[in-house]
C-alpha cells in the first residue's frame, strides 16, 4: 500500500511493434508490477494480456510502428494502458460470448486476445485520430472476502459524532457492512482491504458516525467522472427512529460534495427516507430473483452547480427519451439527430459485462459499435440467462459515438431507455433496461 494520499506512480516506455521487442514488453510490465509490490499472481495476468495482445496486434500492425506502454500503481489495482495504431482492429474475442474451436484456424489466432480480456479485471477500448487504438486494462490486488466481526450493542445511549476515518477505520467499518447482511453494497466494500487501500489511495472518501468507541455508521463516494461522483450508503448498525444519523452523516457528506469540482453526484441503491431534502428522484429500477431488501434499485441525483450545455449526436428511440429527460430536469444540452452510417462501422462489436451475482444482474456497457451489434447483444442475453441472471441493463455514454450507435440495435433486441444520470460518463449516463417490469420516473 502506498502512503495515504500519494500520488500514483507511473512507468511509461516506448517500443518498436515488432516479434523481437514482446520479451522486453513483457519484462517491462513484470518488473514494474513486481517493482510497485504487486504478487506474482497479480503481475501474471497483465503480464500474460501484454505477450497475447502484442503477439496478436503485432502482425496487424504497419511496418515502422511504435507501441507505447504505461503502468500505474492506483494503490488497489495496477492500470496497464497500451497505444498503438491499426486500420481494422480484429476485437471479437474481446467479448464474453467468444469461444476458441480447435476445428478452425481463425478461431484458434483469436485465443490470445481471449485470454487476455480474460486475465485481467477490466478491459476498455479507446478510439482516436490517425487510427489509434487505446486499449486500458486493470488488475485489482488480491483481496480476501471480509470476515465476521462485532456489531454495535442495541442499548447504545451515548452522543452521536463524526470522524475521518483511518484506512485501517474503513477495513473495520467495511465488514461490519458485510457483517450487517447490508443490500447495495458494492464490490470493493466486500472485500475491506481494497476499500482500505482506495481510501488510501484518494480514489474513495468517507465520513463514520461514532457513539463512544463503537462505530455507528457510515457514509462514503468516489468519482465516477471528473463532473459526477457516486454516494454509497449510509449504511447505520441500529435503529435510528428519528433519522438523526442518517441526517448527521448526509448533512455533512453533501456539505464536502458542494465544495468539490464536481457539477452533481448520484445515489442508486435502496429507498431513502426523507431524499427530497437531499436529492431529486431520478427513477426506481424493480429487479427479479432476489429479496425483498434488494429488489428496487432507486436512483436519486443532486445537482449542485450550474450545467454548462453541450451536444448530443442520436436517434430513434434515444432522442425521443433523451429530449423527455432533458426537458424535465432542466439540462440545456443541444440534440443533434443522426442516424449512424452503417458503412463506416467495423464488422465486430464489444460489449463488457459486468456481473452481480447477488442481484441477478449483469450490466452491459458498450465498448466498440460494429455491424453485428444486435446479433451480439441477442447472444450476450442468451449466454447470461444460460447462467441464471434474469436482470439486464445496458449504460451507454451520450457524449460517446461507439455508445449512442448502439441505439438502434438495443431497440431491436428489447432494451428500453429508462433512466437518465447527468455527467455520470463521459457525457451523461442512460440506462436501459431489459423487461416489462414497472420503472417510475
Not at 475521518?164 to 458494492?186: E, I, Q
Request: hydrophobic content about 45%.
Amino acid at each position: 500500500m502506498r502512503p495515504l494520499g500519494s500520488t500514483p506512480l507511473k512507468a511509461t516506455t516506448r517500443l518498436p511493434f515488432r516479434a523481437p521487442f514482446l520479451p522486453l514488453a513483457m519484462e517491462f510490465v513484470d518488473k514494474g508490477a513486481h517493482g510497485f509490490g504487486y504478487n506474482d499472481r497479480e503481475t501474471g495476468g497483465l503480464v500474460l494480456a501484454m505477450e497475447e495482445l502484442f503477439a496478436f496486434y503485432a502482425r496487424q500492425v504497419a511496418a515502422n510502428s511504435v507501441l507505447e506502454i504505461e503502468l500505474e500503481d492506483q494503490g488497489y489495482r495496477l492500470a496497464l494502458t497500451l497505444s498503438l495504431h491499426t486500420a481494422n482492429p480484429d476485437m471479437r474475442a474481446f467479448n464474453l460470448t467468444w469461444h476458441v474451436s480447435t476445428d478452425s484456424q481463425e478461431s484458434l489466432e483469436m485465443l490470445g486476445p481471449m485470454l487476455a480480456a480474460r486475465s485481467v479485471s477490466s478491459l476498455r477500448l479507446e478510439f482516436g485520430a490517425d487510427e489509434r487504438l487505446v486499449l486500458r486494462m486493470t488488475r485489482d490486488r488480491d483481496y480476501p472476502a471480509a470476515g465476521v466481526v462485532a456489531l454495535p450493542p442495541p442499548d447504545m445511549v451515548a452522543s452521536l459524532g463524526l470522524t475521518d476515518p483511518s484506512p485501517d477505520d474503513l477495513r473495520y467499518f467495511a465488514a461490519m457492512v458485510a457483517t450487517s447482511g447490508a443490500p447495495f453494497v458494492p464490490a470493493f466494500l466486500t472485500r475491506p482491504g481494497m476499500a482500505a487501500d482506495m481510501l488510501a489511495a484518494g480514489h474513495l472518501n468517507a465520513i463514520l458516525l461514532t457513539c463512544g468507541d463503537w462505530i455507528m455508521g457510515g457514509v462514503m463516494w468516489r468519482a465516477l467522472t471528473e463532473s459526477c461522483l457516486e454516494l454509497h450508503g449510509p449504511y447505520l448498525f441500529g435503529a435510528d427512529p428519528d433519522d438523526r444519523a442518517l441526517t448527521l452523516l448526509l448533512d455533512e457528506a453533501v456539505g464536502r460534495i458542494s465544495r468539490s469540482n464536481c457539477r452533481g453526484f448520484v445515489r442508486r441503491q435502496g429507498v431513502l427516507v426523507g431524499y427530497e431534502r437531499f436529492f431529486d428522484f431520478l427513477g426506481e429500477l424493480e429487479l427479479t430473483g432476489i429479496g425483498d431488501a434488494a429488489a428496487h434499485s432507486t436512483y436519486y441525483y443532486r445537482q449542485l452547480k450550474e450545467e454548462s450545455g453541450g451536444a448530443v449526436y442520436c436517434s430513434g428511440q434515444l432522442a425521443s427519451f433523451l429530449a423527455a429527460q432533458y426537458e424535465r430536469l432542466c439540462l440545456p444540452r443541444q440534440l443533434r439527430v443522426t442516424a449512424t452510417d452503417p458503412s463506416r462501422l467495423r464488422d465486430a462489436s464489444v460489449l463488457a459485462v459486468e456481473l452481480e451475482y447477488a442481484r441477478c444482474l449483469a450490466i452491459i456497457r458498450p465498448l466498440c459499435a460494429g455491424k453485428d451489434m444486435a446479433a451480439n447483444l441477442a447472444a450476450h442475453l442468451e449466454l447470461l440467462r444460460a447462467e441464471g441472471i434474469e436482470n439486464f441493463l445496458v449504460e451507454i455514454n451520450t457524449g460517446r459515438g461507439e455508445d449512442t450507435a448502439f441505439a438502434t440495435a438495443l431497440e431491436e433486441t428489447g432494451f428500453v431507455p429508462r433512466l437518465l444520470i447527468p455527467d455520470a460518463g463521459r457525457g451523461d449516463l442512460v440506462v436501459y433496461d431489459h423487461s416489462d417490469r414497472n420503472v417510475r420516473s
